[in-house]
């Protein structure tokens, strides 16, 4: 596959949902993998953890269980509003590309789970202090960034190959029976369910909000002037 710049990766690397039968070679899918432990790690712990998901069976399991979430996450949509910066248009068409996906997950030839195990499996530390405690507790939300930096080289890698991809997490609502179907141990945790495959879409331009709209100089509400 000819070299593609990363600027280039990164501004049509869209979110796809639609997938062709054809299989993803090991080699590329060795490589996808081999991007994403490139990434940053908390104290470069490395604890990530990458089930792919090949078996038929085990997909159609995962997707049975991908579209009972979806019920849930459509419950959801209803009882919010269409974000601003969508056109009734924009909008269809985006529902559109997110319940095909909820009936049709299995049909990627590929499905990624990417795991982080726990930093505090084993025996917790004894007589911490109340301060450290509650540093503890804040921290805990912050485990993602030791696993969706990855996640964001397997979209950048992907795209390179020419192979689409969309990072989903609704199958979270149902995580102990996805566990089950892949034997994951109770101190794995999944972070992100992923199918992989030939595209049937295109790929890019991402669209997205000017800079000016989300970043700020120095303090709120004073906008970056580029």
């Not at 997707?63 to 009972?68: E, N, R, S, V």
């Not at 960034?145 to 989903?168: D, E, H, K, M, W």
């Not at 609502?173 to 030939?198: D, Q, R």
């Not at 049937?200 to 909000?209: A, D, E, Q, Y």
């Amino acid at each position: 596959m000819a070299e593609m710049g990363l600027f280039e990766a990164m501004y049509s690397a869209r979110a796809l949902r639609r997938f062709k039968p054809d299989p993803v070679p090991d080699d590329v899918m060795t490589k996808v993998l081999d991007a994403a432990i490139r990434a940053p790690s908390g104290s470069n712990a490395q604890g990530w953890l990458f089930v792919v998901v090949k078996d038929a069976e085990k997909r159609r399991r995962l997707g049975a269980i991908y579209h009972k979430a979806s019920q849930i996450l459509t419950a959801l949509y209803a009882e919010r509003p269409r974000t601003s910066h969508f056109s009734e248009e924009q909008y269809r068409r985006f529902m559109s590309s997110v319940t095909y996906l909820f009936d049709h997950m299995d049909e990627a030839p590929v499905l990624l789970l990417a795991c982080l195990k726990s930093a505090l499996a084993g025996a917790a530390p004894s007589g911490l202090s109340p301060e450290l405690q509650s540093a503890i507790a804040k921290a805990a939300r912050t485990r993602g960034a030791s696993i969706y930096p990855a996640v964001q080289n397997i979209i950048l890698a992907c795209r390179a190959f020419g192979l689409g991809t969309v990072l989903t997490t609704i199958h979270t609502f149902f995580e102990e029976e996805v566990k089950e179907i892949v034997g994951l141990p109770s101190e794995v945790s999944t972070f992100a369910l992923m199918p992989i495959g030939y595209p049937r879409g295109k790929f890019g331009p991402v669209r997205r909000l000017p800079v000016s709209e989300v970043a700020c100089l120095d303090s709120y509400g004073k906008p970056w002037p580029g």
